[in-house]
């Protein structure tokens, strides 16, 4: 069982930066592969970033590509989500989750934290 509780979300200009954080329990984090997602109003789920558990492979969406960076500290326990250069159409709920494979589709995570707002102002 692995729990994730998403933090650092917030209002921030067109351009700005924020550094999303999701912290999971349980001793098993460092085995699972970790994903972000969001989900805009009246939209689907999409995959934004992935990484293996080692922290060696990582995933991004097109449209997050080069402005967004991935990254973990197993010794924390810990996952992040660097998001520079960031625009309006970035404004979402921004879910952490877990997976034993890593991949793009949300089906593959079996463990989702709460979700942490993030609106981009333009």
């Known amino acids: 069982q692995v729990q994730l509780v998403e933090s650092g979300g917030g209002l921030v200009q067109a351009g700005g930066s924020l550094r999303l954080s999701c912290a999971a329990s349980?001793?098993?984090?460092?085995?699972?592969?970790m994903g972000w997602f969001r989900q805009a109003p009246g939209k689907e789920r999409e995959f934004v970033a992935a990484i293996s558990w080692s922290g060696g492979s990582t995933y991004y969406a097109d449209s997050v590509k080069g402005r967004f960076t991935i990254s973990r500290d197993n010794a924390k326990n810990t996952v992040y989500l660097q998001m520079n250069s960031l625009k309006p159409e970035d404004t979402a709920v921004y879910y952490c989750a877990a997976a034993i494979v890593i991949g793009r589709s949300p089906d593959m995570y079996a463990y989702w934290g709460q979700g942490t707002q993030v609106t981009v102002s333009s």
């Open positions: 349980g001793r098993t984090f460092s085995s699972h592969c």
